[in-house]
């Protein structure tokens, strides 16, 4: 029995009445890894535990799929923006060309917009219509705030 349930890779619970005794034929048993209890309820809770796992192995594993195939679904132009960034000896993106990638897959991004001066900042920030922050956008400046590259709440034109 020991060698069959190896070789077919199937669960086996044993309940015997002569497990006090400690026989050979028990412990031969146990070499093969297959439980033997002396009580049946407890016999009976594990097959029933085994049924139900193996239900749940059965309705969710076969229909999840962790094959990550990004390419897959990649658009020429997201592929134009990270072939700049690495033209660019970058390995990182910026702010503005990960929101882009996000944009472009279907993701809802906030609205944002790169200046490239104080004026076309404040014509950015009239356009949006409301309270405005500021973020430097540097390939040397990962991490704005801790550069002090990030102003908020910002709505006069003085401001901006």
Known sequence: MGKLVKRRNKPVVL?????HEKPHALDLLRYYSIPVYDSLDVSAKCV????????Y????????SFVLNWRAK?????????????????????????????EIHGASIPRDRLAQ??????QYALDLGTDVALKIVSPDILHKSDAGGVRIKLSSEKEI
């Open 117 to 122: 001066s104080a004026d076309e900042a404040v």
């Open 15 to 19: 309940h015997s009445l002569y497990n």
């Open 57 to 64: 192995l059965a309705s969710y594993h076969t229909k999840t």
């Open 48 to 55: 029933a535990v085994l049924a139900e796992y193996g239900s």
């Open 74 to 102: 990649a658009k020429p132009e997201a592929d134009k923006i990270i072939e700049t960034a690495l033209g660019e000896g970058r390995h990182t993106l910026l702010e503005h060309e990960g929101k882009k990638l996000f």
